[in-house]
């Protein structure tokens, strides 16, 4: 059973940061690439970073520079840490577990809300 728990989110001005956890089971953490998705308004839901168990990670366009996806395996927690952040960075981001190719993911958790506002 996929059990994620996503945290950190929040109201955040222009150029502020904010770092996103995400904690799973031993088993999920220690066999798994994970993945940070996010969901605008009105928008579909997008990849925003995955790192893999060998910790190579991948940054979708968008946030490549200003967003880190690491990997604590002590906590079995997987961090997003966001910088410089945009008003455009506005969404509900969730934390996945990648099952085996891009698009096959695990079931999705209530998100954490990021608003980044003036």
């Known amino acids: 059973q996929v059990q994620l728990v996503e945290s950190g989110g929040g109201l955040v001005q222009p150029g502020g940061s904010l770092r996103l956890s995400c904690a799973a089971s031993?088993?999920?953490?220690?066999?798994?690439?994970m993945g940070w998705y996010r969901q605008a308004p009105g928008k579909q839901r997008e990849m925003v970073a995955t790192i893999t168990r060998g910790e190579t990670a991948n940054y979708a366009d968008s946030v490549n520079g200003r967003f880190t996806i690491s990997r604590d395996k002590a906590k079995n927690t997987v961090y997003l840490q966001m910088n410089s952040l945009k008003p455009e960075d506005t969404a509900v981001y969730y934390c996945n577990v990648i099952l085996g190719g891009p698009g096959d993911l695990g079931p999705w958790g209530p998100g954490t809300q990021v608003t980044v506002s003036s």
């Open positions: 031993r088993s999920i953490f220690n066999n798994y690439a």
